[in-house]
């Protein structure tokens, strides 16, 4: 994830110094103009969605290839998520996969 490393008010301006990691560097791809920075802290989320098959006024669906691009086989029954309003724009951040990087698991062998 990324960090602020300086904020800096010029002018009416604000200019931020990120530290980003290698996939989010990728992930721009040359681009330097309208991103967008989210927080994405777990205190940040306040609004779980279901996730599911059929559609109702609080269910998030996703199509199988997605799922499928990015390996996720189980989906979380309740996915934590935040809209945000940026310039008259609404964006909604939801996170369907929890890192497990440096936590053991351990399962009970039969």
């Known amino acids: 994830m990324a960090e602020i490393r ?4 010029r002018k009416g301006n604000i200019l931020v110094n990120l530290r980003i990691s290698k996939d989010e560097y990728d992930l721009l791809s040359q681009e330097t103009r309208d991103l967008l920075i989210l927080p994405a802290h777990s205190n ?33 029954k309740k996915v934590p998520a935040k809209t945000f309003k940026i310039n008259d724009e609404v964006y909604l951040l939801i996170k369907l996969k929890k890192s497990s990087l440096g936590i053991p698991l351990f399962r009970e062998v039969k």
Do not use: A, V, W
Not at 6 to 9: E, G, H, P, R, V
Not at 45 to 68: A, C, E, H, V, W
């Open 44 to 76: 940040i989320f306040d609004r779980p969605l279901t996730t599911g098959k059929l559609g109702n006024s609080n269910r998030i669906m996703l199509p199988k290839k997605i799922l499928d691009r990015y390996e996720i086989t189980d989906l979380e």
């Open 6 to 9: 300086s904020i800096d008010m």
